[in-house]
Nanobody, 121 residues
Framework: QVQLVESGGGLVQAGGSLRLSCAASGSIFSISAMGWYRQAPGKQRELVARITNDDSTNYADSVKGRFTISRDNASNTVHLQMSSLKPEDTAVYYC???????????????WGQGTQVSVSS
């Protein structure tokens, strides 16, 4: 059983910062990528940032220069440092991982339960 547990969401004023963390636990053979998606009310879920096991990163254009994703391979944890937050960053943020739960399993996607980030103007 694989679990992705997020922490660090909350309410912050525009211009402020938050740090999200996500820890993957359970039966994990290997992780190829971890990242964050977000979904605002009435909108589709969108990729925010992603990091692969060779530390290649990609970001949504809307967060480039403001958000930084990092990964601790030893603890299967991914962090998202969010700075210069804007009201339009308000959304539920979901942790995402592509991983193999065992050597004889194919990679598949796993999701966290989501954490609310609210930015007031």
């Amino acid at each position: 059983q694989v679990q992705l547990v997020e922490s660090g969401g909350g309410l912050v004023q525009a211009g402020g910062s938050l740090r999200l963390s996500c820890a993957a636990s359970g039966s994990i053979f290997s992780i190829s990528a971890m990242g964050w998606y977000r979904q605002a009310p009435g909108k589709q879920r969108e990729l925010v940032a992603r990091i692969t096991n060779d530390d290649s990163t990609n970001y949504a254009d809307s967060v480039k220069g403001r958000f930084t994703i990092s990964r601790d391979n030893a603890s299967n944890t991914v962090h998202l440092q969010m700075s210069s937050l804007k009201p339009e960053d308000t959304a539920v943020y979901y942790c995402h991982a592509i991983l193999r739960p065992a050597a004889n399993f194919l990679s598949r996607a796993y999701w966290g339960q989501g954490t609310q980030v609210s930015v007031s103007s």
